[in-house]
Nanobody, 120 residues
Framework: VQLQASGGGLVQPGGYLRLSCAAS????????MGWYRQAPGEQRELVPA???????NYADSVKGRFTISRDNAKNTVYLQMNSLKPEDTAVYYC???????????????WGQGTQVTVSS
């Protein structure tokens, strides 16, 4: 199973970006997908996550600005980031809890990070 993230870049404060993360491989079910971020010198933190049934969980710092969604047919999760602030600058990592075909166990997968820089 692999997670492939894309969509990072450089944007001015107040701008927007959309991140995507596609899961591929021997997948039976994706229980949840989400995004974490890590700024230099900081711990990795959950940004938002979305579970089956589309329940979501957002960090307080991004509520009202970021929106997570998923396309189950494509095994893809999206993160729409609006009204970006310099403090949103970080490497963003995609995460998924996946049950592989032929197993009953949930595994934790991570994508490669994608850099988001908010600066004028």
């Amino acid at each position: 199973v692999q997670l492939q993230a894309s969509g990072g870049g450089l944007v001015q404060p107040g701008g927007y970006l959309r991140l995507s993360c596609a899961a591929s491989g021997n997948i039976f079910r994706i229980n949840s997908m989400g995004w974490y971020r890590q700024a230099p010198g900081e711990q990795r933190e959950l940004v938002p996550a979305i579970a089956q049934g589309d329940s979501t969980n957002y960090a307080d710092s991004v509520k009202g600005r970021f929106t997570i969604s998923r396309d189950n047919a494509k095994n893809t999760v999206y993160l729409q980031m609006n009204s970006l602030k310099p403090e949103d600058t970080a490497v963003y990592y995609c995460n998924a809890l996946i049950i592989r075909t032929g197993t009953r166990y949930e595994y934790d997968y991570w994508g490669q990070g994608t850099q988001v820089t908010v600066s004028s």
